[in-house]
């Protein structure tokens, strides 16, 4: 072996083992620091583990400590593992929010101080508290869909955060006694940390009493019969008072002079009592049952920008035409929220576009606003509100925490933490099988093969 092929082999020893050992370094560094400053990077595709500016923004700006307690059993750790992730990723956010993990079935002495407030606890719950004041969250109710393939885990956490922090909430009161179907949407109220309550207005007007000064909102879904003067005075009165009101009617049920007339003059709301025809196909989506429905529109206005921007499709069945009047009493602003297209089409014959949703507000120094939903079904119906690729529960919530003028959820969406898997048939399964376990290993080996060879004859 002459002199220069041995300083070129213990040269290539050298080089390989500096390699290995700069490997080894790097890998042992790298290890250290990914311990105490784990990076990770959220690939999924709805940005499952990924809070949103407005919850950062929440979190960040808390004047007071703000604690949330997990009751985590092991078993329930493991199944809701990314619950946990999201958590943690709430709790570095600011130092006024911690988060803590609780053992349902050992820390007895934990639980006593909360169940005897009144709380109802399992494994699963998440308390909120800030000084005094208490909220629970429920991780079953974080879930949604036919096969729970929806999280609302960041909308419900940042919304309680955020109302347990504030002054005094009120409740959004629903109008009852004139067979208004309000149920299936108060459960989704509910779902979303939002306090309601039931409101007779005749029992208030036999007792000479106002609307509740802590309602937020009143809601008037689906009555079936008209309202009376004196009602409608009495919900006259609490607008002009920096009230809010939504109001849905459904075609099928008759017509109500009344309240229509009153929308109409005081607001410049104007219902006109027929369902909308849609003419053009491409308003028109096919749900998972193969039933067709009408869509709309969104146009532009705070409550639905960003839903407009994520392009998604905006459901509204049965829906009855909203137009504006020309006498308004209140000189509100008259703003429409959502289009049919122009091929659609009244039974009577009146061609479209037609708004199937609008908000009145006032612009004096007055701060009430009314808005008038034209589908009912569009408001109610719980498979269309929880949908994640539909904008119905996103664009309704956002209109309610628009109009009491509390913003901090708004556009936080459901996101779709469903798994996917890859159909493949016996043939293609094989393919994939000897691809990986034959071809590939071959052809590496024959490139090493032919490399050592013409190294070795060069």
């Excluded at 207005?201 to 003067?229: G, T």
């Excluded at 808005?371 to 119905?392: E, F, P, W």
Aim: glycine share 6%; net charge negative.
């Amino acid at each position: 072996m002459n002199k220069k092929h041995f300083n070129f082999k213990v040269y290539s020893i050298f080089i390989t083992a500096a390699v290995v050992i700069g490997v080894i370094l790097l890998n042992t560094i790298a290890g250290i620091f990914l311990a105490s400053h784990p990076v990770k990077a959220d690939l999924t595709k709805s940005r499952v583990y990924t809070l949103s500016d407005r919850t950062k923004e929440v979190v960040k700006n808390l004047k007071e400590p703000v604690f949330a307690y997990v009751l985590f059993s092991e078993e329930m750790s493991e199944e809701y593992y990314h619950v946990k992730d999201i958590m943690e990723q709430y709790d570095a956010l600011g130092d006024n929010f911690k988060v803590s993990y609780r053992d349902p079935y050992a820390d007895y002495d934990f639980l006593k101080e909360y169940t005897e407030k009144g709380l109802s606890l399992s494994d699963g719950t998440i308390i909120i508290r800030c000084g005094e004041k208490l909220r629970t969250l429920y991780v079953e109710d974080f879930y949604t869909g036919t096969y729970g393939e929806y999280c609302s885990l960041e909308r419900m956490l940042t919304a309680a955060i955020a109302r347990i922090t504030g002054e005094d909430s009120g409740k959004i009161y629903f109008v009852t006694n004139h067979g208004e179907e309000y149920s299936d949407f108060a459960s989704f109220l509910e779902a979303n940390m939002l306090d309601w309550a039931l409101l007779d207005l005749d029992n208030l007007i036999a007792n000479s009493k106002v609307i509740p000064r802590d309602a937020d909102m009143i809601i008037v879904i689906a009555p079936q019969y008209d309202f009376s003067e004196t009602e409608l005075a009495l919900i006259d009165g609490y607008l002009e008072d920096d009230g809010k009101a939504i109001f849905s009617f459904y075609y099928n049920y008759g017509e109500m002079p009344l309240i229509y007339s009153y929308l109409s003059q005081a607001w410049g709301l104007e219902i006109n009592h027929q369902s909308i025809l849609e003419g053009n196909k491409s308003y028109t989506i096919q749900t998972q049952n193969g039933e067709q429905m009408d869509t709309a529109k969104l146009q532009s206005h705070i409550t639905t920008d960003r839903l407009i921007s994520r392009e998604l499709t905006y459901v509204d069945p049965q829906a009855m035409p909203i137009g504006q009047s020309e006498s308004n009493a209140n000189y509100a602003t008259v703003t429409s929220l959502a289009k049919t297209s122009s091929l659609s089409m009244t039974p009577d014959g009146e061609k479209g576009p037609f708004d199937v949703a609008a908000i009145s507000e006032t612009t004096s120094n007055r701060d009430s606003k009314v808005m008038i939903v034209g589908s009912v079904i569009s408001m109610v119906d719980l498979s269309i509100n929880q949908a994640s690729n539909l904008a119905n529960g996103d664009f309704i919530l956002n209109a309610i925490d628009y109009m009491t003028s509390n913003e901090s959820s708004m556009d936080i969406r459901s996101k779709d933490v469903s798994t996917s898997s890859m159909t493949m048939t016996q043939t293609q399964v094989n393919v994939v099988y000897y691809l990986l376990k034959l071809a590939i290993p071959l052809v590496i080996i024959a490139l090493g093969i032919i490399i050592w060879l013409r190294r070795r004859y060069k």
